[in-house]
């Protein structure tokens, strides 16, 4: 089963508007990464935050982390036309060194 | 650094054919990952290795499937015999040390018909 599952499964807004997405995962982590994945290609590293964090900012990436209730949210600000693509969560499990993702996002920005 | 290489990155064969997707994960990187990716059940982890060695291969479907890492840089996944339930993107992915990021191939898009 999936560690990881993302809301909302889509989301489509204007170009300009910032973009949420949340994610919630089930068991103990070590840490908690974002992904991007263009249509047909793989998936690309956006950010990681360690269980002990509670926000990570990368350019116009904003992560949050609450571990007491198991869920995590990637902002993304002043969207772009570029930024459409599926966002994933990943949970690097504590004890394990496997990396499990949820089902993700399909973001859309409509220029 | 290349990146994580796979091939082929696509594939169409006959249910019943055995088939073999490739993996060179970047060099010095000790974790390989092998993704199933469907539109139905998303993005499933089959095996990972650590050091060459398989750790957890929970996610294989069947014994139809099966993975090896010979070397520290190749791995190969086999489907024998192929179905077309089996039709899918599979990712490969490799990483460093633990609790980093993981760093994916560009999939090898399958078509079992």
């Known amino acids: 089963s999936q560690q990881g599952e993302e809301d909302p499964q889509a989301l489509s807004i204007q170009e300009g508007e910032n973009a949420t997405m949340n994610c919630s995962y089930k068991?103990?982590?070590?840490?908690l990464q974002w992904y991007r994945q263009n249509s047909g290609r793989g998936l690309v590293h956006l950010i990681l935050?360690?269980?002990?964090?509670r926000e990570k900012h990368s350019g116009r990436l904003r992560v949050t982390l609450d571990t007491s209730k198991k869920s995590s949210s990637l902002l993304i600000t002043a969207s772009r036309a570029a930024d459409t693509a599926s966002y994933f969560c990943a949970t690097d499990l504590q004890g394990a060194q496997k990396l499990v993702f949820g089902q993700g996002t399909r973001l859309t920005i409509n220029p | 650094d290349a990146g994580v290489i796979q091939s082929p990155r696509h594939e169409v064969t006959e249910m019943g054919q055995e088939v073999t997707l490739r993996c060179k994960p970047i060099s010095g990187h000790n974790s390989l990952f092998w993704y199933r990716q469907t539109m139905m059940r998303g993005l499933e982890l089959l095996i990972y290795f650590n050091n060459n060695v398989p750790i957890d291969d929970s996610g294989m479907p069947e014994d139809r499937f099966s993975a090896k890492m010979p070397n520290a840089s190749f791995s190969t996944l086999k489907i024998q015999p192929s179905e077309p339930r089996d039709s899918a993107v599979y990712f490969c992915?490799?990483?460093?040390?633990?609790?980093?990021?993981?760093?994916f191939g560009q999939g090898t898009r399958l078509t079992v018909v």
């Open positions: 935050i360690r269980s002990n964090e």
């Open positions: 068991t103990s982590i070590n840490n």
């Open positions: 992915a490799s990483r460093g040390d633990r609790g980093t990021e993981a760093f």
